[in-house]
Structure formats: C-alpha cells, structure tokens
C-alpha cells in the first residue's frame, strides 16, 4: 500500500499540515550570560518540569557552561547545546571549537547563524553552510537561523532573503541529515528588541520556511521539519505564537535567562 502526504494550502498559500506529526521544541538561547554556577542553579530550577514535558526543551549555553549543564542535565530530558562552533575538525584556530570536540563531550545541538553571528562576526551564508554540514557530519543537531532585517521587510524581499538563506545554508545536506535539522525563523528587528512579530506573520514565513524545504527535498521531509519562532518571544506572547500551524516551537533569548519566565513558554505549548 502507498501512503500519499498531501499539503494543503489556503488562499495566502500557507501550508497547512499535520502538526501532531512534529514534537514542539523550545530552545533556550543564553547568549553571553550566566556563569557555570548559575547554570547549575537554573538547570535545578527546570529540571523536574523538562523532565515531565512531552515536546524537547535545549538549553544553549556559553562553551564555559557546557561542562556544569551537562552534569546537572545528566539522566534527565533536558538538552544541551552550543551557540556555535568552527567548521574545521581541529587545527591553528585561535578561540575556537570545533564540532567534534562538542560532540566528544556529549553536546547534542549547536545553533548555527544567529543573526548576531551573522552580522558582528561577519559570517555570512557560506560560512554558514559550513558549519552546517561540519556540524552535521559530527553527528550534532543544528538549529539553523535564518531572518530578515528591518529594511528587507520593509522593502518586501523577506521571501527572497529567507528563500536564499535557507538554500545556500542548506547547500549539499543530505536528505537524510535533515532529521538532525531544526530552521528558527528569527526576524532580526525582532530579536532583542521586545518587538514580536505577530502570530499572523510568523506563520506566515515558518510556512514558506516549510514549501522551500518541501520544494528543496520532499513533503515528507517538510512535513516533519521543526521551524521554530524567535525574536522577544516571552511568557505572555508564547502560546499565540506557538499554537499557529507551522510553527512548532521557540528560539528564545532573553526571556530564557529567567527560570520562571522559561517554564511558563514551555507551559505555554500545550496550554
Ligand atoms: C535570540 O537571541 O535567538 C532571540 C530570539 O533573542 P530574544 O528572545 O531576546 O529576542
């Protein structure tokens, strides 16, 4: 017997599918905050929750806090990522780490082209391509970002820019390694800035997220692909944004730092 995934589209074009076919994802990203104590502490904080939740929750935390997350996360649910890493396997590169040297220690994602990546550390799509698949062939999870500035949407080009993002970022990964993907749609005049998109245009761009992958590879692959939201997603924001139909989770930077506000996102998912 053949099983046929179909895609549904209304009138804007949004696809709407299965989404009981993909585990909601909620992901913590730290940034430059916390130091190893802290983590210990806030990991405390969260642990039985994660460990009760049905969706995944990361934590990406700075390389220093790596170590003391991954002890005080042992034997629970509870995920731990990396904000980056080089895309060589090892060498003469001074600061950096590498993909591998995460894995050894028992790191299972790494968010790869965070718009501050991208625009203070000049990394552009083909670095991103990189580390993607330099990433990818250690074995880890990447949460791939990808948005448009304040003046691409303005000029009416966010499709285009997310189109090419995710085409050149994607460059050469195999279908296969597409499980072990996760695309986080990040507007970067929302990130940081308390300035939500509303659920309307999130969804709206997590559904083209989901065609360009669909066209890219197949429905299958689409159909399972996890797109998150992020950009000042918060405790009162979050289950507007994460009950739209494509999107099935959330990259959240400041409102991660704070284990209260973090728990009531996860809470969100299923409210
Ligand atoms: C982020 O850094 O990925 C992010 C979404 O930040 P914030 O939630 O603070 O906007």
């Not at 034997?75 to 950096?96: D, P, V």
């Not at 500035?149 to 994607?170: A, F, P």
Request: aromatic residues 8%; negative net charge; hydrophobic residues 40%.
């Amino acid at each position: 017997m053949y099983l046929y995934a179909v895609q549904f589209y209304n009138l804007k074009g949004d696809i709407f599918m299965n989404k009981e076919l993909r585990c909601p994802v909620i992901a913590g990203n730290w940034k430059m905050n916390k130091d190893p104590s802290e983590t210990k502490d806030f990991i405390k904080r969260i642990i039985d929750v994660v460990n009760n939740n049905e969706g995944k929750v990361i934590v990406c935390v700075p390389f220093i806090d790596l170590p003391e997350a991954l002890i005080s996360a042992k034997n629970s649910k509870l995920l731990i990522g990396a904000q980056n890493c080089h895309f060589k396997k090892n060498g003469a590169f001074t600061g950096e780490v590498s993909p591998s040297m995460l894995k050894s220690m028992g790191v299972e994602y790494v968010i790869i082209g965070h718009s501050e990546r991208r625009n203070y550390f000049n990394e552009d799509d083909k670095i991103v391509n990189k580390k993607v698949k330099a990433a990818l062939e250690s074995g880890l999870s990447v949460i791939l970002c990808v948005g448009e500035s304040l003046e691409q949407r303005e000029l009416n080009v966010t499709s285009e820019v997310i189109s090419s993002q995710i085409k050149r970022g994607l460059y050469e990964v195999d279908k296969s390694d597409m499980k072990r993907v996760i695309i986080a749609y990040e507007p970067i005049w929302a990130i940081g800035t308390g300035r939500t998109a509303s659920p309307d245009a999130a969804n709206e761009v997590c559904s083209l997220i989901r065609k360009i992958i669909g066209d890219l590879y197949d429905i299958q692959t689409s159909e399972h692909l996890i797109v998150q939201y992020g950009g000042s997603m918060n405790s009162k924001n979050a289950k507007d944004l994460l009950s739209m139909n494509n999107i099935d989770g959330g990259l959240i930077g400041s409102s991660s730092l704070d284990a209260d506000e973090f728990l009531d996102i996860i809470a969100a998912v299923k409210s």
